[in-house]
């Protein structure tokens, strides 16, 4: 239940843990759903509403929504190449959100979806929703992050103290704990075909440690140099590389700057996107095109394709949306992810009318 009680709870534990856990896990979920305000930078805020969209599919360039800025429209006509076929949908018939976050190859999503003030988990297959949750004691929300192949879930829960907690789902539907060894909280962000899976702990403090989950034991990532204790991997491929996210400039917000980086061989590339304040990565396939979002300092916001091996960069932008965020892209060039159309906040998985990698 939301209680006065759980939402300051909620609220002095937010105010003291990095904005990247906040924004990508479940407890802002609770402001999403109405419950308390939110500490959240000025991205969460434009979350703090309960509209329910239509679900509909439609073969589409995308254009030019109302309110963004002419300079984004340019980027977002310029570098979104080819046209895609977009599914939007629901969770369920009462969710005021939906959010896809992980897409495998066969088109399987997962995420969560907002419903009654709680956070439940989704699996999305050919049209058809599946509300899965996890099982455990004390459970307020779920948020399944990736699948692979083989069709095992990953993803955390948050507990009653807003603690988050790792869980993953095997392809048989048996759900279990999945945490770092002494962690107060994981988080696991990607997981591909060997079973590999990549994330990252803390001790419900402001820092982040990143991990490596391999053959049943977890192995520590370095820090990134530019940011010690700021390590957020969001993603591993099938051939090892790793995508994920690091926060500085605390001195500018409390809750950080984020910026993406791929993790190849032991050594990390970083980037943003170009002009951007903000740059998030949240997917990678395995031809090194990670996916993510940007804000610029106008407050727009657009998803990006990034095509690690080129280093080039490719705005992704649902048609006629405020704003998108690209959260998840298999080997087919299939994206998924969440954006603001006039029916609401949609998950969505936009499919290439042509098929190929679009790495042209």
Not at 352 to 357: C, D, E, I, L, T
Request: aromatic share 12%; net charge negative; with cysteine.
């Amino acid at each position: 239940m939301c209680t006065e009680s759980l939402a300051t709870a909620g609220d002095s534990r937010l105010r003291r843990r990095n904005a990247l856990a906040a924004v990508v896990f479940m407890f802002s979920g609770f402001w999403l759903a109405g419950c308390g305000s939110s500490p959240q930078d000025a991205r969460s805020s434009r979350l703090l509403s309960s509209v329910r969209g239509a679900g509909l599919t439609a073969i589409v360039t995308p254009s030019r929504p109302e309110g963004r800025s002419a300079a984004a429209s340019v980027r977002a006509a310029a570098a979104v190449a080819g046209e895609y076929q977009f599914e939007f949908f629901d969770g369920t018939p009462a969710a005021s959100s939906t959010t896809v976050y992980g897409l495998n190859d066969p088109s399987v999503a997962v995420g969560n979806y907002f419903s009654a003030r709680h956070l439940h988990g989704l699996v999305w297959t050919k049209g058809t929703v599946q509300t899965v949750d996890v099982p455990f004691p004390g459970a307020i929300g779920t948020d399944w992050r990736a699948i692979n192949d083989r069709g095992t879930i990953i993803g955390g829960w948050g507990d009653q103290d807003f603690f988050v907690h790792g869980a993953q789902r095997s392809a048989s539907g048996t759900i279990t704990r999945f945490d770092y060894p002494n962690a107060a909280e994981t988080f696991p962000g990607g997981i591909n075909d060997h079973g590999e899976i990549v994330g990252s702990h803390d001790e419900g403090d402001i820092t982040g440690a990143g991990f490596l989950y391999r053959d049943g034991r977890f192995i520590d990532l370095p820090d990134v140099p530019q940011a010690p204790q700021q390590n957020y991997p969001a993603a591993i491929n099938n051939a090892g590389v790793i995508a994920g996210n690091y926060l500085d400039g605390f001195d500018q917000s409390p809750f950080g700057i984020s910026h993406g980086y791929i993790l190849r061989d032991g050594n990390y590339a970083t980037f943003d996107f170009p002009g951007s304040v903000y740059t998030y990565v949240n997917a990678l396939n395995d031809l090194g095109q990670a996916v993510g979002f940007y804000d610029l300092a106008d407050g727009s916001e657009e998803g990006f394709i990034f095509e690690s091996g080129k280093n080039r960069f490719r705005t992704f932008s649902c048609p006629g949306a405020a704003f998108t965020d690209a959260l998840a892209i298999n080997n087919r060039g299939q994206v998924g992810g969440i954006c603001a159309t006039a029916a609401g906040f949609q998950g969505f998985v936009a499919t290439p009318v042509h098929s190929g990698s679009g790495d042209e």
